[in-house]
């Protein structure tokens, strides 16, 4: 968390949120075994850190687990496997990450996660531009990925949202 008397700002996993899991938007089809995300777990080191340049995402998939295939507007990722063994897919191209793995992901790319291995697997996900990642520009990300026209997610609870078009 950030302080006011010190130069630098510090934030922690264990004292901060999951982030809402949205919903898929319509026609989507998961390209991956499982699709239940009950074992993911992704929290935003942004806000705490006050973050105005970039995104940064740790990220959790328990073994079985996988991401929903998406894209971004305008925001180039990097996946960098800190822990375990994990499929990447991107675009229609599948491989094996392994520990300390780096992976950039353009924009316009369609990209997801799958962990095929028994073991956790932690992913620190950078991304820039961060606009679409905050509440003002996230209709752009639902745009890029087919959401409908107008399309918006409202949080229902800290850990659910809902699409309300």
């Given at each position: ?6 130069p ?49 995402v ?23 496997l ?60 639902l ?23």
């Amino acid at each position: 968390m950030t302080s006011e008397s010190a130069p630098y700002a510090r934030a922690n996993w264990d004292d901060l949120p999951n982030n809402p899991k949205a919903p898929r938007q319509p026609g989507y089809e998961h390209p991956w075994p499982t699709d239940d995300a009950t074992d993911v777990a992704s929290r935003d080191f942004d806000g705490p850190l006050g973050f105005q340049h970039l995104s940064v995402v740790l990220l959790r998939l328990g073994p079985g687990q996988s991401g929903t295939h998406h894209r971004h507007a305008s925001a180039e990722e990097l996946h960098f496997l800190l822990e375990g063994r994990c499929q990447v897919m991107v675009e229609d191209e599948v491989f094996e990450a392994r520990k300390f793995d780096a992976v950039l992901v353009p924009p316009e790319s369609n990209r997801s996660l799958h962990n095929n291995s028994d073991e956790d697997a932690w992913w620190l996900v950078v991304a820039a531009p961060p606009d679409e990642f905050r509440p003002e520009g996230f209709a752009s990300y639902l745009a890029a990925n087919g959401y409908p026209e107008n399309t918006k997610l409202v949080a229902v609870s800290e850990s659910r949202f809902e699409i309300v078009t």
